[in-house]
């Protein structure tokens, strides 16, 4: 994916949510889906090409990969991978700050 | 079972492979337009097309992955990849969110392009076979112009799903323009080329000059159709 890099689209941000520890392909779209009550199901060539992207970004990288005993591929969020995600954390609490502001027009 | 169709359009194409797995016939394998097909449940499979990065191949990442996700991968040609997933696992689709489907379709219309490019110049030798004599170069001419003007036809498509993926993610509705510019660049490339010649005459000899005016009214005519075909 070639877009900027902020905002967050709602993949990355669950991606990268879903690897603050190890977690393999299938365990990712299932935490995403449990996290968002089935709303958000991420699709192989989505989550294939989020992961190729965040790995050239440096914000994830290949945790475990044991080919002998066929055991699953792990990936694993990164130091450069938490500050973008923290960068999309204070985007979303200004946001959500500034919404505030509608309640003081309920009065 | 064996079918032949060719397809550039891997919706269109989707659709039906899927038709046939709803039928009972679940493809097995592809070469050159010739689909083969066994027999399987009905609506055993469901199938999805996407476009990788390597010729005929894919990374070890992907064929991981799609194993775990319960997809197969069923074939292999150029850069397309047909993938399967038994339908009694859950929906299959591909590409989940605006941003994926648009960087997918991107992907799509860049290979179009290039293909077309690399067509033009094989057309452009080919008037030039038949120039020097040889009959079989103006067949191969009239059969790449047919390619050249598919593949451009199905970049133009491609470049209207991307302009409606778009819109769907801004929910702005994108300036009605009077079509895309890929017509008017073809037609472009034809008129220079026209005049180059036409301003070369004295100089160039009619082996060159002839499939040079040649290749430019192929190309004002395919940019015309193309034109033509957008407005509507």
């Not at chain 2, 219309?109 to 067509?119: A, D, L, S, Y």
């Not at chain 2, 076979?129 to 390619?147: C, P, Y």
């Not at chain 2, 008017?184 to 008129?191: C, E, K, N, R």
């Not at chain 2, 000899?205 to 407005?231: D, Q, R």
Request: net charge negative; glycine share 8%.
């Amino acid at each position: 994916m070639s877009e900027k890099e902020t905002p967050l689209t709602e993949a990355f941000f669950y991606i990268l949510l879903s690897l603050r520890k190890p977690n393999h392909g299938y365990g990712i779209i299932q935490e995403v889906e449990h996290l968002t009550n089935g709303r958000v199901v991420l699709g192989p060539g989505t989550l294939y090409g989020a992961l190729q992207t965040m790995q050239k970004r440096d914000w994830i990288r290949i945790y475990s990969q044991d080919t002998e005993s066929r055991k699953k591929k792990e990936y694993m969020i990164t130091e450069l991978g938490k500050e973008a995600f923290e960068a999309e954390r204070s985007r979303l609490k200004e946001l959500l700050d500034n919404a505030k502001l509608m309640e003081e027009g309920e009065v | 079972m064996i079918r032949f169709r060719l397809y550039y359009d891997k919706d269109k194409e989707t659709e039906w492979l899927n038709e046939m797995a709803a039928d009972g016939w679940a493809l097995k394998s592809f070469f050159a337009g010739f689909y083969k097909f066994e027999p399987c449940e009905k609506g055993e499979y469901i199938y999805q097309i996407d476009l990788g990065d390597e010729l005929y191949s894919v990374s070890d990442e992907y064929r991981e992955l799609m194993g775990e996700l319960g997809v197969e991968i069923v074939v292999l040609w150029g850069f397309w990849i047909i993938l399967r997933k038994r339908a009694e696992d859950g929906p299959f689709e591909l590409y989940t969110d605006v941003d994926s489907k648009i960087e997918h379709y991107r992907k799509i219309r860049r290979m179009f392009k290039v293909v077309t490019v690399i067509e033009l110049l094989a057309l452009f030798s080919e008037i030039y076979a038949g120039m020097t004599g040889n009959g079989v170069g103006w067949v191969f001419a009239l059969l790449i112009s047919l390619f050249v003007f598919t593949c451009a036809d199905a970049a133009l498509r491609t470049n209207k799903v991307i302009a409606r993926l778009e819109e769907q993610k801004s929910g702005i509705e994108p300036e009605k323009k009077g079509g895309g510019t890929l017509p008017l660049i073809i037609i472009d490339i034809g008129l220079l080329t026209n005049c180059c010649m036409t301003a070369a005459e004295d100089f160039a000899p009619p082996m060159i000059s002839y499939p040079v005016h040649i290749f430019a009214v192929i190309m004002m005519a395919v940019g015309i159709v193309l034109m033509v075909k957008e407005g509507k």
